[in-house]
Every structure is written in C-alpha cells, then in structure tokens.
T-cell receptor, first 113, second 115 residues
Framework: GDSVTQMEGPVTLSEEAFLTINCTYT??????LFWYVQYPGEGLQLLLKATKADDKGSNKGFEATYRKETTSFHLEKGSVQVSDSAVYFCALILSGGYQKVTFGTGTKLQVIP | DVKVTQSSRYLVKRTGEKVFLECVQDMDHENMFWYRQDPGLGLRLIYFSYDVKMKEKGDIPEGYSVSREKKERFSLILESASTNQTSMYLC??????????????FGDGTRLSIL
C-alpha cells in the first residue's frame, strides 16, 4: 500500500541552524506531495506542496523538491527560528475517485534560542 | 480563508457515554474527513464523506459512526465511548479536485479524554 516515512524526532536545533527533515514515500500511482505544520495546540496547516516531479514547493523560507527517482520530498530551511518549533507532517495524495491522504507520523522540531 | 470549526477544544466524557464531535466548514467543500492523532502513529483516517448523506469508512472506523445531513457539517459519533478512544480528533475538508493538488484544511482539533 501507499506509505510515507519521516525521520523520527524530536529534532532539536539552535536558532539560525540549517534544517532538513527527511521524507520518503511509496505509492502505487503518481502522487501530489505536501508538507503540513502543526503548531502547539492547533490543527494542521498546509506549508507547501508539489504536484509533479522536479517541482519545488516553497513557503515561509521552507523548501522541498519532489524527487521521483529517489521517491523523496525532504523539507529544508536555511535558518530556523524559535517560532518554527512545531510538528511537521509529510503527506501524499493520489488522484482517483476520492481524496485519500496518506500522512507520515510527524517530526517534532524544537528550536532553542 | 477556509474556516473549519470544531465545536470543542477539550472534552471529558465517561466510559459508555455516547459522544458527539461536531465540525463545520464555511467554504462549500464537498469532502470532509475525521482523523485521530496519537503520538507515534500520526494521523489515521476514521471516516470521510464526499457528499451529503454519503460516508465511507477510513482505516480505523471501528467504534465510530458519522453523520452528514448538511454539506457544511460533519459529525463524528462515539457510540459507546471507551478509554482507548482518548485522543486528539481532527476534522478536515477539501474541494472535489479537478486536478490532484487540492490540500485539506484542518480544524484546531478536539482533545477528547474518556475516563
């Protein structure tokens, strides 16, 4: 079946450090890929997306590139801030009759001053 | 902006009670979803609905039912609450996609404790 694998957290970084959160997927079709962010006490918010191979999604300084050859969609940010502390979820959506989303288990990021 | 509103942020109920979790969206979305979120397990789909009065089982429907009488409202029902249903419950909605890139929009969640 379809699945998303994320690196286990928590990830603890100092402010202004470089961030990478790994995400790989397996899918029977040709998925669209997403990163969601969940701040403490809130629901999930869409952070960025990519719908085809080699697309780069970007938002708020975060980037991720859809790599079909390695089935990956790693999240990166050049300089993290304390306000980026949250749980990050990688997800995929397949085309089809209904929109079933497959989520990874989430990676908690803690940024310390 | 899409607004998905869940009726309660925190809820405490007793074992055996019938529990209703309500979700309302304001963007005329066709699809609505209920997930539960547990540490180490991520999000798991309980039920979803792609139209009024339509419902489909997700990955973990046991012990739950749903109701969609109006397009904007999707209710999750715990028929007889048990302690293993203590969790964070998230509601989401999305458009029927003409393509493949329609994200889901989430509510803030209901943290449910069953004592």
């Amino acid at each position: 079946g379809d699945s998303v694998t994320q690196m286990e957290g928590p990830v603890t970084l100092s402010e202004e450090a470089f961030l990478t959160i790994n995400c790989t997927y397996t899918a029977t079709g040709y998925p669209s890929l997403f990163w969601y962010v969940q701040y403490p006490g809130e629901g999930l918010q869409l952070l960025l997306k990519a719908t085809k191979a080699d697309d780069k999604g970007s938002n708020k300084g975060f980037e991720a590139t859809y790599r079909k050859e390695t089935t990956s969609f790693h999240l990166e940010k050049g300089s993290v801030q304390v306000s980026d502390s949250a749980v990050y979820f990688c997800a995929l959506i397949l085309s089809g009759g209904y929109q079933k989303v497959t989520f990874g288990t989430g990676t908690k990021l803690q940024v310390i001053p | 902006d899409v607004k998905v509103t869940q009726s309660s942020r925190y809820l405490v109920k007793r074992t055996g009670e019938k529990v209703f979790l309500e979700c309302v969206q304001d963007m005329d979305h066709e699809n609505m979803f209920w997930y539960r979120q547990d540490p180490g397990l991520g999000l798991r789909l309980i039920y979803f609905s792609y139209d009024v009065k339509m419902k489909e089982k997700g990955d973990i429907p046991e012990g739950y039912s749903v109701s969609r009488e109006k397009k904007e409202r999707f209710s999750l029902i715990l028929e007889s609450a048990s302690t293993n249903q203590t969790s964070m419950y998230l509601c989401a909605s999305s458009l029927v996609p003409p393509g493949r890139n329609q994200p889901q929009h989430f509510g803030d969640g209901t943290r449910l404790s069953i004592l």
